[in-house]
């Protein structure tokens, strides 16, 4: 459908060749590697370091130690993905991996070393230490800020801070730019581009309880749903299992990486429990520790667990975790004399906008990378520490391709800057912590049928409240993304009836192999929802 023609909003018109959505390292990274002297504008809706990445502690999961190969990295993500990683997305995500991680340090990036060699930690599900990290436990902090210094060096990119993407410009099938509003002006900016990434990371702040920033409202799932673009196992939501049981949002992480080095958990009589779930024991898959934890909270009727670091000996706590350790004191923690209490939170969204192996979406001049993106390479439950490595690898591909793509012609981008989307969607600010509060009780660790199909009515009725807004505020596009983006997820949920991987329901307890597919969501031409599945791509016969 051809947007509106309209001159009654007046808007700023900014030509240029790449528009990306977001300013984490898979959108940073997309751009540094899109020909230097075609212009690159890169959108965001706050800080260009606001994003997930910059939170990430736990570091990269790459195949470079001597003992290590991207067999045995892909071996374990397929592991760890529950039979619904696409096998050809893994093998790039491994083989790719090295080189582009080696990149990343010519770029200035530092990771931390022993005796002159890069160090390595074991986090859980990996068969071999093999986690690339630095300052101890603030490598995605190290890593933003090599990207983004090398971005503010490139003279052919501009980055528009607290610019929220609020439509997605689609003329004759083909995204032509985005409209934007100004944060917290409210004035209209319309982005004109051959081609247009959305790296706008996840959808943590859905649930009342995450380690996301507040930034982290599936803005990109939103944007792409409502220009059409098919969505890919929304329904797989990673929830990580210890984040500090304290005070404040979003909650404060405390990487898996702990564990890895020898931290326990023990329950409400001090116990050591994994043991009882997995034979991994504190090394299971994420998803299988997260809803151990809570199954323990339960249990006792306690809203925590504990992690217990003395295992570590002080001297290794201070070497590897010396940001964790500091924000605990400050809190009033000390992990050297008594375990910590802990809480299960919303941490990563394994699906996203289908794209293939390039991130091209299925509309044309419209790409996806990084979290809010799904080329299957993550399945039903991603590997811990693959995420950054995700949007480094795939965005490094989609600039590749990007690059490929025509100029627009010069009838499309005089639509383009003539038309007006249909709407610019807008929510009442203080659906936020309802949404939070159904999506963690009804769309989270633990589900069932009656649940997420209450969840998805709701989330339906609230949809009806979304209203045109020529120029809304940032809390009401929020609101009107996270309302869209919840429904599709309790949809998806509801419609694969197994439990697999991150997604888990009391009513369908069992992994059913007839659900080794993916989950395709999508807004038909009539407006409606549609869901459909596509069967999980492997190299070898099953």
């Known amino acids: ?161 607290e610019t929220a993407a609020a439509e997605l410009l689609v003329v004759d099938g083909e995204c032509v730019g985005v409209e934007a509003v100004g944060v917290p002006g409210g004035e209209v900016m319309r982005f004109i581009a051959d081609v247009t990434l959305v790296a706008t990371g996840g959808a943590g702040s859905l649930y009342k309880y995450s380690s996301n920033p507040p930034v982290a409202t599936a803005d990109g799932i939103a944007l792409a749903y409502r220009a059409g673009a098919a969505l890919e196992d929304v329904e797989f939501i990673q929830f990580h299992p210890t984040a500090l049981a304290d005070e404040g949002y979003p909650k404060f992480l405390i990487s898996e990486a702990v564990r890895g080095e020898g931290g326990k958990l023990l329950n409400a009589d001090g116990e050591e429990f994994m043991s009882r779930y997995h034979p991994r024991a504190e090394l299971a898959p994420r998803d299988v520790v997260a809803r151990a934890v809570y199954s323990e909270m339960l249990e006792a009727d306690n809203n925590q667990v504990y992690l217990d670091f003395r295992p570590l000996g002080t001297q290794r706590m201070r ?28 941490h990563y969204m394994m699906g996203g906008i289908a794209t293939d192996l390039h991130g091209q979406t299925d509309i044309g001049r419209l790409f996806a990378c990084g979290e809010c993106a799904s080329y299957g390479v993550h399945g039903a439950n991603r590997l811990a520490s693959n995420s950054l490595l995700d949007g480094l690898v795939f965005g490094k591909r989609s600039a590749a391709a990007m690059a490929q793509t025509e100029l627009l012609a010069a009838a499309s981008e005089e639509q383009a800057v003539a038309c007006k989307q249909n709407h610019i969607p807008a929510a009442p600010a203080d659906l936020k912590p309802q949404i939070q509060q159904l999506m963690w009780k009804q769309v989270g660790i633990i589900r069932d049928g009656d649940s997420l199909a209450r969840a998805q009515a709701q989330l339906a009725e609230w949809a009806d409240q979304i209203s045109a807004s020529p120029g809304p505020a940032l809390a009401e596009l929020e609101a009107a993304n996270m309302c869209q983006a919840g429904m599709l997820m309790a949809a998806a949920a509801l419609h694969r009836t197994e439990s697999r991987g991150a997604h888990y329901r009391t009513d369908f307890p069992d992994i059913n192999g007839t659900w080794r597919k993916h989950v395709i969501v999508r807004r038909s031409p009539a407006g409606d929802l549609s869901i459909s599945d596509r069967p999980v791509e492997s190299n070898t016969t099953d």
């Not at 070497?319 to 919303?346: C, K, N, Y």
Request: proline share 7%.
């Open 319 to 346: 070497e590897r975790f010396p940001g964790i350790l500091d924000e605990l004191h400050q809190r009033g923690f000390t992990p050297e004399q008594q375990p910590v209490p802990i809480t299960p939170v919303a």
């Open 1 to 161: 459908m051809k947007p509106e023609l309209s001159s009654d909003v007046p808007a700023q018109t900014i030509r240029c060749r790449y528009a990306i959505i977001g300013s984490g390292i898979a959108g940073l990274w997309t751009a540094l590697h899109l020909p230097q002297q075609e212009s690159v504008a890169i959108i965001t809706k706050s800080t260009v370091r606001e994003s997930s990445t910059q939170y990430a502690q736990g570091g990269i999961a790459v195949s470079l130690p001597p003992t290590d190969s991207p067999e045995l990295h892909k071996q374990d993500t397929l592991e760890a993905g529950a039979g619904l990683c696409d096998e050809p997305a893994v093998e790039i995500l491994t083989q790719e991996g090295p080189q582009v991680v080696e990149e990343l340090i010519s770029y200035g990036a530092v990771f931390d070393r022993e005796d002159g060699h890069l160090a390595y930690g074991r986090e859980a599900a990996h068969g071999i230490s093999r986690i690339v990290h630095a300052h101890g436990d603030a490598t995605g902090e190290e890593v933003e800020r090599t990207a983004y210094e090398a971005v503010r060096e490139a003279p052919n990119i501009t980055i528009y801070q």
